[in-house]
């Protein structure tokens, strides 16, 4: 198995309330994107890294890696107008070949553990598309047309993860399909051929920093875990 990587990384942090894109802000000494890319190095070795970054961004980038004296041998690619387009833009740096293995991570999710990630990439190379997820602990409620709600069981949902993992021929022949309002994520995209997706255990920890109260807690998480 050869591992790739694609961290997408195109968020302005709009949320987070601050001029700096929520990637780049410093937690435990480090900004978030550089704790996500270790995550992968440390799980996996010799996995190939890209990063998907606006064009805009990607000077900056470089000059964080030297201001923080962070060797990433990632390869670059450009984001495009949505989430479908950035991966597609990432995935023309993979190569086509027997296999050859490509999970497509959150750039804001550093927590992804080393255990999630193996458990993907092993389970995709049995010939799977595969999607970390994690049980739903809060009580569920559905909003219907006319304003009134009504309980959902939650053991039927789960909260989907990153990376989802798959076999760099089946996501190729994916994503050349065209770009649909329903693909909220590589799976859904992957669903579309009629491929069946493989749910496979995730870690609570892999959360998407969105707001500062994550913020907050990755800063605690980082400090209390020494990462």
Same mark, same amino acid.
């Given at each position: ?142 909003? *219907? ?53 493989? *749910? ?28």
């Amino acid at each position: 198995m050869t591992a790739y990587a694609i961290i997408v990384a195109g968020g302005k942090g709009l949320r987070m309330g601050g001029d700096i894109p929520k990637q780049f802000v410093p937690i435990g000494g480090k900004p978030v994107l550089m704790h996500t890319i270790d995550a992968f190095r440390k799980a996996i070795d010799g996995i190939q890294i890209i990063l998907v970054l606006p064009f805009e961004q990607q000077d900056y980038w470089q000059i964080l890696c030297k201001e923080y004296k962070f060797t990433s041998p990632a390869l670059i690619a450009t984001g495009g107008e949505t989430r479908f387009h950035s991966v597609k833009n990432g995935l023309a740096l993979v190569p086509k070949t027997d296999g050859v293995i490509v999970g497509i991570h959150d750039g804001v999710r550093p927590f992804v553990s080393a255990e999630t990630i193996q458990r993907c990439y092993s389970t995709a190379s049995e010939r799977k598309a595969v999607v970390p997820v994690v049980p739903v602990v809060e009580t569920l409620r559905q909003v *219907l047309p006319d304003g009134s709600s009504t309980t959902k069981p939650r053991d039927a949902y789960r909260l989907v993860q990153t990376p989802q993992t798959f076999p760099v021929d089946m996501l190729y022949e994916a994503y050349q399909q065209p770009y649909s309002e329903a693909f909220t994520d590589d799976a859904s995209v992957v669903e579309a051929l009629g491929e069946k997706i493989t *749910l496979i255990e995730g870690n609570r920890e892999n959360i998407k920093l969105t707001t500062p109260s994550d913020l907050r807690f990755a800063e605690f998480t980082v400090i209390n875990h020494d990462l």
